[in-house]
C-alpha cells in the first residue's frame, strides 16, 4: 500500500470510525486478481470465517470447496469486482460479528447479504465522503505540504491493526514454495515508476541537501514524494471512488 502525504493527513484526519473503509480502498481491486492467487486469498477469508463463527465443521473441505468455488465466480460479476479483497475482507469481518443483522451461518446467501450492506452502508458513503472532502480542500491549497514521515508510520500502524491476521491458515494448506506473489495494484505500480524517474533526475541534477533528496522540477524545489504526487494528481483516479 502506497500513501502520498496528502493523502496521509486526510486519513489521519477524518474520524477514527471511518478510517477503516478508506485505508481497505488503497489496493488492488478484485477484478486485478488471477484467478489462481484470488482463489488462495478466498480460501484464507472462508476458513478464518468459519472459525470465527464457531462452525464446528469449519475443517469440512466440502463446505470450503464448495464456498471458494462460488466466490471464485461471484466476486469477479461487475457487481462486486470494483471492490478491493480487503473490502471484500472487511465485510466479512463485520458479518461475523452481527454488525449486519442476526447471524444467520456462514453460506452464500448470508456472504451476499454482508457484501450487499457493506456497499450500501451509511457509514462507508459518509467516510468516503468525508476522506474525499478532506482531500479536494488540501489539493485546493495549491502548494507543498511538508514532509511527514511520522504521518505515513501513523497510517500504516492504523492499517495493520485494521487488517491484523493472528493466524494464516493458509500456511497450513498452501505449501510455502506453491504460494503466489501478492499482486500489486496499478496505483502502486505507478507510484513505483515515478519515484524511479525522480532518482534518475536527481543523478543528473540535484539540489544540495543535508536532510535528504531534492530537485528543481519547474521552478519548485521538491523531494521524491512532492514529485510523485504531482504526477499522481495527473491520473483520473486520485479522487477515492465508491
Given at each position: 500500500?502506497?500513501?502520498?502525504?496528502?493523502?496521509?493527513?486526510?486519513?489521519?484526519?477524518?474520524?477514527?470510525?471511518?478510517?477503516?473503509?478508506?485505508?481497505?480502498?488503497?489496493?488492488?481491486?478484485?477484478?486485478?486478481?488471477?484467478?489462481?492467487?484470488?482463489?488462495?486469498?478466498?480460501?484464507?477469508?472462508?476458513?478464518?470465517?468459519?472459525?470465527?463463527?464457531?462452525?464446528?465443521?469449519?475443517?469440512?473441505?466440502?463446505?470450503?470447496?464448495?464456498?471458494?468455488?462460488?466466490?471464485?465466480?461471484?466476486l469477479k460479476?461487475?457487481?462486486?469486482?470494483?471492490?478491493?479483497?480487503?473490502?471484500?475482507?472487511?465485510?466479512?469481518?463485520?458479518?461475523?460479528?452481527?454488525?449486519?443483522?442476526?447471524?444467520?451461518?456462514?453460506?452464500?446467501?448470508?456472504?451476499?447479504?454482508?457484501?450487499?450492506?457493506?456497499?450500501?452502508?451509511?457509514?462507508?458513503?459518509?467516510?468516503?465522503?468525508?476522506?474525499?472532502?478532506?482531500?479536494?480542500?488540501?489539493?485546493?491549497?495549491?502548494?507543498?505540504?511538508?514532509?511527514?514521515?511520522?504521518?505515513?508510520?501513523?497510517?500504516?500502524?492504523?492499517?495493520?491493526?485494521?487488517?491484523?491476521?493472528?493466524?494464516?491458515?493458509?500456511?497450513?494448506?498452501?505449501?510455502?514454495?506453491?504460494?503466489?506473489?501478492?499482486?500489486?495494484?496499478?496505483?502502486?505500480?505507478?507510484?513505483?515508476?515515478?519515484?524511479?524517474?525522480?532518482?534518475?533526475?536527481?543523478?543528473?541534477?540535484?539540489?544540495?541537501?543535508?536532510?535528504?533528496?531534492?530537485?528543481?522540477?519547474?521552478g519548485k524545489?521538491?523531494?521524491?514524494?512532492?514529485?510523485?504526487?504531482?504526477?499522481?494528481?495527473?491520473?483520473?483516479?486520485?479522487?477515492?471512488?465508491?
Amino acid at each position: 500500500m502506497s500513501l502520498l502525504k496528502i493523502e496521509n493527513r486526510a486519513i489521519s484526519e477524518i474520524s477514527s470510525v471511518h478510517q477503516e473503509y478508506i485505508l481497505t480502498r488503497f489496493n488492488l481491486v478484485i477484478k486485478r486478481y488471477s484467478d489462481e492467487i484470488l482463489e488462495e486469498k478466498i480460501l484464507n477469508v472462508i476458513i478464518k470465517t468459519l472459525f470465527s463463527a464457531g462452525v464446528k465443521d469449519s475443517n469440512d473441505s466440502k463446505v470450503i470447496t464448495f464456498l471458494r468455488e462460488n466466490l471464485l465466480i461471484d466476486l469477479k460479476k461487475p457487481k462486486y469486482n470494483h471492490l478491493t479483497f480487503e473490502e471484500f475482507e472487511l465485510a466479512m469481518y463485520k458479518g461475523v460479528r452481527r454488525e449486519y443483522g442476526i447471524y444467520m451461518g456462514v453460506n452464500i446467501q448470508t456472504i451476499h447479504s454482508w457484501l450487499n450492506e457493506f456497499i450500501n452502508s451509511q457509514e462507508r458513503k459518509n467516510a468516503l465522503k468525508e476522506f474525499n472532502q478532506k482531500l479536494d480542500s488540501y489539493k485546493s491549497e495549491d502548494k507543498s505540504l511538508p514532509p511527514n514521515p511520522e504521518g505515513q508510520k501513523k497510517v500504516i500502524e492504523i492499517y495493520k491493526q485494521i487488517q491484523a491476521k493472528p493466524i494464516n491458515y493458509t500456511d497450513k494448506i498452501v505449501p510455502k514454495e506453491i504460494r503466489k506473489p501478492i499482486e500489486k495494484s496499478e496505483r502502486d505500480i505507478f507510484i513505483q515508476k515515478c519515484f524511479m524517474e525522480f532518482y534518475e533526475l536527481w543523478k543528473k541534477e540535484s539540489v544540495p541537501s543535508a536532510v535528504g533528496k531534492f530537485i528543481n522540477f519547474n521552478g519548485k524545489i521538491i523531494d521524491e514524494v512532492e514529485y510523485c504526487e504531482m504526477k499522481l494528481k495527473e491520473l483520473p483516479t486520485f479522487k477515492i471512488i465508491e
